[in-house]
């Protein structure tokens, strides 16, 4: 089973940037799809964006296409979500979770071993 932990939340002003991190322990990531969502309160969680097992494939929300991109580095055990030119409707808690099917797929029921999540604040 693999344990995900995300950081690098924080609050920003309105057109700032921000870079999550999430980083796996007791298992390698290398044959999971790694997912990022977020949930704003009183909301579901939404999907953002996901990154297949190589990296060649990604596929975004269109709220965040263009600001924000998703990354990963195996060899860190490590994906990352940059996001750019953030919004206060951007303002949530931010998961990570994985896919095993290791395809980009974007609906919830296919991850798991969600983190604890990260918060990030936009301020107007």
């Known amino acids: 089973q693999v344990q995900l932990v995300e950081s690098g939340g924080g609050l920003v002003q309105a057109g700032g940037s921000l870079r999550l991190s999430c980083a796996a322990s007791?298992?390698?990531?290398?044959?999971?799809?790694v997912g990022w969502f977020r949930q704003a309160p009183g909301k579901e969680r939404d999907f953002v964006a996901v990154?297949?097992?190589?990296?060649?494939?990604?596929y975004y929300a269109d709220s965040v296409k263009g600001r924000f991109t998703i990354s990963r580095d195996n060899a860190k055990n490590t994906a990352y979500l940059q996001m750019h030119s953030l919004k206060p409707e951007d303002t949530a808690v931010y998961y990570c979770?994985?896919?095993?099917?290791?395809?980009?797929?974007?609906?919830?029921?296919?991850?798991?071993?969600w983190g604890q999540g990260t918060q990030v604040t936009v301020s107007s």
């Open positions: 979770a994985v896919d095993p099917s290791g395809t980009v797929r974007s609906s919830t029921e296919y991850f798991g071993s």
């Open positions: 007791g298992r390698t990531l290398r044959s999971y799809a």
């Open positions: 990154i297949s097992w190589s990296g060649a494939n990604t």
